[in-house]
C-alpha cells in the first residue's frame, strides 16, 4: 500500500525553526521528484520545494522560501525532509508531501499525496 506520511508540524514562534518528515512506503522516494506543498485557509495550495530524482539531486524552491527552506532526501530511510528555518507567520499553512515524475512545483504534476502536517508560526 503506497503511503506518504508527514510529520514533524507544530506551533512555533517567529523566527524559529521546525523540521518536516515525509515517510513513504510502497515508493522508493529516490526513484520520484519528491516535493512539498502548503495550503494556508482560503488559499490554493502551492509549491514549497522539490527535489529531484536523479542522482544530482536537483532542487527547486519557491521564491518565498529561498534561503530559508532545505529539502533533503534520505534514500537508507526512504524518507523526505524539509528544514525550515526563519520561520514567518505568513509560512502558517498545511504541509504537504507529495509524489510525481518530475521535480516540479505545481500540483497537477504529483502522483501522490501525504495528508498533512500543521505548521503554525505565531508568538
Known amino acids: 500500500q503506497l503511503q506518504l506520511v508527514e510529520s514533524g508540524g507544530g506551533l512555533v514562534q517567529p523566527g524559529g525553526s521546525l523540521r518536516l518528515s515525509c515517510i513513504a512506503s510502497?515508493?522508493?522516494?529516490?526513484?520520484?521528484?519528491m516535493c512539498w506543498f502548503r495550503q494556508a485557509p482560503g488559499m490554493e495550495r502551492e509549491g514549497v520545494s522539490c527535489?529531484?530524482?536523479?542522482?544530482?539531486?536537483?532542487?527547486y524552491y519557491a521564491d518565498s522560501v529561498k534561503g530559508r527552506f532545505t529539502i533533503t532526501r534520505d534514500n537508507a530511510k526512504n524518507t523526505v525532509y524539509l528544514q525550515m528555518n526563519s520561520l514567518k507567520p505568513e509560512d502558517t499553512a498545511v504541509y504537504y508531501c507529495a509524489a510525481g515524475p518530475l521535480a516540479v512545483l505545481s500540483p497537477v504534476g504529483m502522483n501522490y499525496w501525504g495528508k498533512g502536517t500543521l505548521v503554525t508560526v505565531s508568538s
Open positions: 510502497g515508493l522508493n522516494v529516490d526513484g520520484y521528484g
Open positions: 527535489i529531484s530524482s536523479t542522482i544530482s539531486r536537483n532542487t
